[in-house]
């Protein structure tokens, strides 16, 4: 009697769990984060970005460089992170072509690049670094402590 109905309690739970996983209305929009991507450097333009995102830049002398492979693959996983912090994940991997960033930030091979939002380089790294270093550095940074007192401003 007990197995009967502690299966028909799991059964309620794993519905009620997969109807608060289902958006509420069709027409809801996406959320954010699963549209946040990489965006290829010459699509951006710094000032229409000035201080509303926070560039974390990707340089590699090709697309298939496995130091930028392995970089894009430890990111991934904290896109959600980045995207909370308004992070515009942006990857050069054409030498050839530079960008205006590229002429800017002359990079050697790879090279990651992350700035505040004031588009100044605050930290450079010659090799992949773990995303949850990268969120933690974006944290510390003079903006985003900022941010985040103004969000919350008990945090004094």
């Known amino acids: ?5 502690r299966r028909s309690v799991l059964a309620v739970l794993a519905l009620g769990l997969s109807a608060l996983s289902l958006p509420a209305r069709a027409d809801e929009a996406p959320d954010a984060t699963l549209a946040f991507a990489p965006v290829p450097a010459a699509e951006v333009v710094e000032a229409d970005l000035l201080f509303l ?3 974390v830049i990707v340089f590699a002398d090709s697309p298939n460089d496995p130091a930028y492979l392995r970089q894009m693959q430890l990111l991934e996983r904290y ?38 939002k004031d588009w100044k380089p605050s930290i450079r790294k010659p090799l992949p670094w773990e995303g949850r270093e990268i969120v933690n550095s974006i944290d510390k940074m003079p903006i985003a402590r900022t941010e985040a007192l103004e969000k919350n401003p008990a945090g004094r």
């Open 53 to 55: 995102r926070r560039p």
């Open 1 to 5: 009697m007990k197995a009967v109905a």
């Open 79 to 116: 896109y959600p992170q980045l995207a909370a912090r308004d992070v515009i994940l942006i990857t050069d991997t054409d030498p050839a072509t530079p960008s205006a960033l590229r002429k800017k930030l002359r990079p050697r091979g790879f090279s990651l690049v992350l700035m505040d």
